[in-house]
């Protein structure tokens, strides 16, 4: 089932509003929104709090589409009421401004209060599990989409499951489809490099493991949660394994990414009433992947402690990049295997730079459907990619130049 309008929001001044878009990432999503199919018809403002650095940023954007019309709104996530007036006057908020679990929250508030969706590039769990527990009642009641990781965290994986899912289904017909116990798995190769927001709060959230599993056990204990009336879905338990197909070594990936499928999974019919999904990266040689594994350790050892964590938030500054050409030739495949009844898919997703291009491409295109398609999931509150956007957005993907394809 699908619904014309969430929110009464057609009299907005704007479609979209891009808040941080002086920032790298930022700035390439209002890039490539003034440079899509919908920009002629495109209402859109960028926010921040620093003028002088927006009104360089519009005549930036304004040099790529000078025929566009861009406006500027002064927005700081310190102050409450300049995040409320910002989001009343769009459809949709666009949010590059991280750690999110610092700057985030906030603006959340202020979407929800003003009836208006909101996508971000989120991959912190904490700040999605605890949105999850204190705003989705409210959010639903209002129809408002907050979804969160619309970018490579997480909208290949999820997507990609909900992708294969579908091929999955084709092939069982229509007397099983969505009537059995699933399973997909996920494997991620990817070259390239990761944004300084990235790293940022992925410092933050390591730093912060002992104090999100003290919140976790109040939220179980209280149960705040999601409705209840969700579908079966759950993680694999992590194990390292040889993946011949591959010839790969394949190590459980410890991102938001399962999380998000699995959320995506409890809320759709098409999965089946058990499902279970596996996510690892692929590494071709063992002696790599257990300098990986002691890398990572070393990284939440050391996020611990103060001196060293302020030493790791050095290394990469939020707001900086690699080149167009660093960026031209990275790239990212997630393969999948769907498995039903005996059953099995192999399907793939796969795009360009992930850390960057494909990660504004992904979030403004989730904006744009948000604010332009007609037919979405009547699903609302907290929500994922997969489960407030859905099939729209992987044909928006698909003629973006995201490839999704069954092998």
């Given at each position: 089932?699908?619904?014309k309008a969430a929110n009464p929001t057609s009299a907005r001044a704007y479609d979209?509003?891009?808040?941080?878009?002086?920032?790298?990432?930022?700035?390439?999503?209002?890039?490539?929104?003034?440079?899509?199919?919908?920009?002629?018809?495109?209402?859109?403002?960028?926010?921040?709090?620093?003028?002088?650095?927006?009104?360089?940023?519009?005549?930036?954007?304004?040099?790529?589409?000078?025929?566009?019309?861009?406006?500027?709104?002064?927005?700081?996530?310190?102050?409450?009421?300049?995040?409320?007036?910002?989001?009343?006057?769009?459809?949709?908020?666009i949010t590059t401004v991280g750690p999110y679990l610092k700057y985030g929250e906030?603006?959340?508030?202020?979407?929800?209060?003003?009836?208006?969706?909101?996508?971000?590039?989120?991959?912190?769990?904490?700040?999605?599990?605890?949105?999850?527990?204190?705003?989705?009642?409210?959010?639903?009641?209002?129809?408002?989409?907050?979804?969160?990781?619309?970018?490579?965290?997480?909208?290949?994986?999820?997507?990609?499951?909900?992708?294969?899912?579908?091929?999955?289904?084709?092939?069982?017909?229509?007397?099983?489809?969505?009537?059995?116990?699933?399973?997909?798995?996920?494997?991620?190769?990817?070259?390239?490099?990761?944004?300084?927001?990235?790293?940022?709060?992925?410092?933050?959230?390591?730093?912060?493991?002992?104090?999100?599993?003290?919140?976790?056990?109040?939220?179980?204990?209280?149960?705040?949660?999601?409705?209840?009336?969700?579908?079966?879905?759950?993680?694999?338990?992590?194990?390292?394994?040889?993946?011949?197909?591959?010839?790969?070594?394949?190590?459980?990936?410890?991102?938001?990414?399962?999380?998000?499928?699995?959320?995506?999974?409890?809320?759709?019919?098409?999965?089946?009433?058990?499902?279970?999904?596996?996510?690892?990266?692929?590494?071709?040689?063992?002696?790599?992947?257990?300098?990986?594994?002691?890398?990572?350790?070393?990284?939440?050892?050391?996020?611990?402690?103060?001196?060293?964590?302020?030493?790791?938030?050095?290394?990469?500054?939020?707001?900086?990049?690699?080149?167009?050409?660093?960026?031209?030739?990275?790239?990212?495949?997630?393969?999948?295997?769907?498995?039903?009844?005996?059953?099995?898919?192999?399907?793939?997703?796969?795009?360009?730079?992930?850390?960057?291009?494909?990660?504004?491409?992904?979030?403004?295109?989730?904006?744009?459907?948000?604010?332009?398609?007609?037919?979405?999931?009547?699903?609302?509150?907290?929500?994922?990619?997969?489960?407030?956007?859905?099939?729209?957005?992987?044909?928006?993907?698909?003629?973006?130049?995201?490839?999704?394809?069954?092998?």
């Amino acid at each position: 089932m699908a619904d014309k309008a969430a929110n009464p929001t057609s009299a907005r001044a704007y479609d979209i509003v891009v808040f941080g878009a002086t920032g790298f990432t930022g700035k390439l999503t209002a890039e490539y929104l003034v440079q899509s199919k919908e920009a002629g018809k495109l209402k859109i403002a960028i926010a921040g709090r620093n003028a002088p650095k927006l009104e360089a940023c519009k005549q930036a954007l304004l040099a790529l589409n000078p025929k566009i019309s861009i406006d500027l709104l002064r927005a700081d996530s310190s102050d409450f009421t300049s995040l409320v007036e910002m989001a009343g006057k769009s459809k949709v908020v666009i949010t590059t401004v991280g750690p999110y679990l610092k700057y985030g929250e906030a603006l959340v508030e202020a979407c929800i209060e003003t009836g208006t969706h909101y996508v971000d590039l989120t991959g912190e769990p904490e700040f999605v599990e605890g949105l999850e527990h204190d705003y989705q009642a409210e959010a639903e009641a209002k129809k408002v989409k907050i979804i969160n990781s619309c970018g490579f965290d997480s909208i290949p994986h999820d997507l990609g499951a909900l992708y294969t899912v579908h091929a999955l289904n084709k092939e069982l017909g229509e007397q099983s489809a969505g009537k059995l116990p699933v399973k997909v798995e996920g494997f991620v190769q990817a070259r390239g490099t990761f944004s300084g927001g990235t790293w940022h709060s992925a410092i933050t959230q390591f730093s912060r493991f002992r104090e999100y599993q003290k919140k976790r056990k109040s939220w179980k204990k209280a149960k705040k949660s999601i409705p209840t009336d969700r579908r079966r879905s759950r993680v694999m338990k992590p194990s390292v394994k040889y993946c011949k197909p591959y010839q790969a070594w394949a190590c459980p990936l410890p991102t938001i990414d399962p999380q998000v499928v699995k959320r995506t999974a409890a809320s759709r019919k098409e999965f089946g009433p058990d499902f279970e999904y596996g996510h690892y990266v692929l590494v071709k040689q063992l002696p790599k992947l257990v300098g990986g594994i002691i890398g990572a350790g070393g990284l939440v050892a050391l996020s611990q402690f103060k001196f060293s964590r302020d030493k790791l938030l050095k290394i990469k500054d939020p707001g900086q990049g690699p080149s167009a050409e660093t960026r031209a030739k990275s790239w990212f495949k997630v393969n999948f295997i769907g498995e039903a009844n005996g059953l099995h898919v192999w399907t793939q997703v796969s795009g360009g730079d992930p850390g960057y291009d494909e990660t504004a491409k992904m979030l403004a295109e989730s904006a744009l459907s948000l604010a332009f398609d007609k037919s979405l999931p009547k699903c609302y509150g907290i929500v994922t990619p997969g489960s407030g956007i859905g099939v729209a957005l992987i044909d928006r993907l698909q003629k973006a130049g995201i490839e999704f394809q069954t092998l």
